[in-house]
């Protein structure tokens, strides 16, 4: 079974620019997270959905960012502009959670970004 | 609200050694929790998970983990670590919130084996 994709693995860019990364969750699941990994700060959670909906988007550091869910096989994270403290490596997640909770959640690769 | 404490931020071990990674946690409710590895330029992965039933929980490559209720932990044993186990390792809490199931992470744990 395909799991959760994401393009591009890797994304160099300049400061200003727009930058959109993608994923395809797993084909049945509900839910949908966005993650950030860094070394400074760990893994943070930036936005879920559930159903397509956004649930919470409290991790979204700023303006700049901003998801869309237009369907249950896929998702986008944009950044406008870029810059450089955004370089980090970007997972996303799914899983099923519409018959109870206890489901894990499965990964992407992620996305390294860089911001020049 | 959750919270998930990995006490170390990283582990040396030589190899053949036994290793226990350790996690505290806390929730206003009953919880499922689930530890998960990353191995370099990868996601995360499904290591073990408790939902109920018995305390001990066992994971794939020889990695197990106990559920203490009284003391809200559930650290991660290996009785003999390789090589290859070489990888950050992360605690998850999930509870029931508003509109679904959300997930807390640990700061996870490095841990590297020597040889």
């Known amino acids: 079974d395909a799991g959760v994709i994401q393009s591009p693995r890797h994304e160099v860019t300049e400061m200003g620019q727009e930058v959109t990364l993608r994923c395809k969750p797993i084909?049945?699941?509900?839910?949908l997270f966005w993650y950030r990994q860094t070394m400074m700060r760990g893994l943070e959670l930036l936005i879920y959905f559930n159903n397509n909906v956004p649930i919470d988007d409290s991790g979204m550091p700023e303006d700049r960012f901003s998801a869309k869910m237009p369907n249950a096989s896929f998702s986008t994270l944009k950044i406008q502009p870029s810059e450089p403290r955004d370089s980090a490596v970007y997972f996303c997640a799914s899983t099923d959670s519409g018959t109870g909770g206890g489901k894990p959640q499965h990964f992407g690769d992620g996305t390294r970004l860089s911001i020049l | 609200a959750q919270s998930v404490t990995q006490l170390d931020s990283q582990v040396p071990v030589f190899e053949e050694a036994p290793v226990e990674l350790r996690c505290n946690y806390s929730?206003?409710?009953?919880?499922?929790l689930f530890w998960y590895v990353q191995y370099p330029n990868q996601g995360l992965q499904l290591l073990l998970k408790?939902?109920?039933?018995?305390?001990l929980v066992k994971g794939i490559n020889g990695f197990e983990a106990e559920f203490n209720k009284s003391q809200t932990s559930f650290h991660l044993r290996k009785p003999s670590v390789h090589i290859s186990d070489t990888a950050e390792y992360f605690c998850?809490?999930?509870?029931?919130?508003?509109?679904?199931?959300?997930?807390?992470f640990g700061a996870g744990t490095r841990l590297f084996v020597k040889a």
């Open positions: 084909s049945g699941h509900n839910s």
């Open positions: 929730s206003s409710v009953s919880v499922y």
């Open positions: 408790y939902l109920s039933g018995s305390t």
């Open positions: 998850a809490v999930s509870d029931q919130g508003t509109g679904g199931f959300k997930t807390i």
